[in-house]
């Protein structure tokens, strides 16, 4: 019902620039909130970057300065741009979205979307 497709990653040198789009479709109302996260081999997922519908921003600590999340509320995309990587910044980073959807019956509901993943690596 709501796809999330992410585009960017790769491979680049520490001190680097990356920058990691995602588009959101699907039968939506409303998207408050969006979002980058990251997992590292044995490590849990964690949050990198959020931004509401008005333009609030939250970072996680470690990519504050370095990171910049932006989205574009007319297309449903958010981009995040990584400057000064580093090696600890290697992941997989996946979107994510909290998309309101208004059912047939006219019911809204609010769920959670991914976006299936795209791999950053940052060599030292």
């Known amino acids: 019902q709501v796809q999330l497709v992410e585009s960017g990653g790769g491979l680049v040198q520490a001190g680097g620039s990356l920058g990691l789009s995602c588009a959101a479709s699907?039968?939506?109302?409303?998207?408050?909130?969006m979002g980058w996260y990251r997992q590292a081999p044995g490590k849990q997922r964690e949050l990198v970057a959020v931004?509401?519908?008005?333009?609030?921003?939250n970072y996680a600590d470690a990519v504050k300065g370095r990171f910049t999340i932006s989205r574009d509320n007319a297309k449903n995309t958010v981009h995040l741009q990584m400057n000064s990587l580093k090696a600890e910044d290697t992941a997989n980073y996946y979107c994510?979205?909290?998309?309101?959807?208004?059912?047939?019956?006219?019911?809204?509901?609010?769920?959670?979307?991914w976006g299936q993943g795209t791999l950053v690596t940052v060599s030292s």
């Open positions: 994510n979205a909290r998309v309101v959807v208004r059912r047939q019956s006219g019911r809204f509901d609010a769920l959670d979307a």
């Open positions: 699907g039968t939506i109302f409303s998207i408050p909130a």
């Open positions: 931004i509401r519908s008005g333009g609030l921003t």
